[in-house]
């Protein structure tokens, strides 16, 4: 067995997993002066674009599946799910946060700004989006352009591969974040595996885990677990056994269709759509479909008698319904879980299936050639809720051990979750910042 790597030195705060909410943690106390560790389990993904940026940046290949055998995806790189975004902004939902004390008025302006969220232009939406837009709106649905975190000026025309990773830099993700917390002073720490929380008289004082084969302590003056599913894990092994009983994951389902004279394979993916039936019905609804892999995939789960349409792959429309899904299920020890698709979610699926096929149909899709593929979990979230298991600050009972990622929401959200993550990344920051007195405001960030 080889011997523990022991650093007596002390950070202010260590921060485990580097998705979009770690990754502004790290990058807001880094700006104020303070001295930030921040761990990753997984590597740094730089060829992106394609299938194989999938299966190295998501969890088992982007294959996990839930004890019901529903596919949930999980990340597991530098950056977090951020790499395979569509780059989609929806602001936070205020009025669910305040009710639990989380004013996010201020972060989610700066996050606007800093991010420079807004529409594309019409060049980069593309034909294909304004079709389906026009069939949408004459049968009542009232779609309209989407607001976005993706700088115009890099991206360019037919291009579709936002989900497969920018190779162009157009994208903002979470890697940028990381990148000006390293420029500001923080330690990051690649291959990384943090297995426990080290706590002394009710407090955390530090993690342990696994690099390179050598086990490693590092102390903090706080911790902040930002890791997703792994953050449940750590939680119980440190005595918070309500983390991962129910949580959410925005069930989606993709649906598509042959339209002569068009298809959705190289238009930009989300750039139109729907969110006006979030609040009324749970849904949104926004075109994108999967790439020829996850197609193969999501075809194989329905039977092989399907798989002759791998053959039109290239021909399709394709078009999303997500939906706020209910908290069930458990993350249970070892890593497998449970997350049943409910009554609720069910019929919250076959509506936004069938406005869609609506859509497609005006649009001029055969009617042979519509298909819904099974449902998939895109966001794992509300693992380790606000009011539950962290409080206002996303701080647990056990002092100066922190949670803020998907994790901490209190519901579903059924929506692009980046612009509400960063916005409770910066939050924290700040507040550790006060916390921990440090020179609060010494950089921008």
Known sequence: MKPADRHEEEYDVIVVGSGVSGAAVARSVAAQGGRVLLLERGGRVNHMGSTLTVMRVLDGCGLTRSREKHPVTFADSLGGASNLSAGCAMPPPLSVLSAFGID???ETGEVRRELGIAELPDRLIGEANFRLMDAAQSTGLPWRKMEKFIDAE????????????CRRGAKWT????????VRFGAELKLGTRVDRILCEGGSAVGVEGKRFGRTFRYRGKAVVLSAGMSDVHLLRRAGIREAGKGFCCDWLQFVGGVVPGMNTYNAHPMAVGTTDLYESEGLIILPVFPNWSQFAVLLASKGFQHFTKLREFRDYTGIMVKVRDETEGEIYPGGSFSKPITLQDRKRLDKGVELIKRVLRKAGARED??????PIGAHPSASCRVGEVMDANLETRIRNLYCCDAGVLPQAMGAPLIWTLAALGKRLGNHLGRRLSLAAGSRNA
Request: proline letters at 0%; a negative charge.
């Open 104 to 106: 996010l008025s201020v």
């Open 174 to 181: 979470a890697r940028a974040w990381v990148d000006e917390a």
């Open 154 to 165: 890099k991206c360019i025309e037919g291009c579709g591969d936002c989900m497969l990773g």
């Open 369 to 374: 050639s519509i298909l819904a593929l099974n």
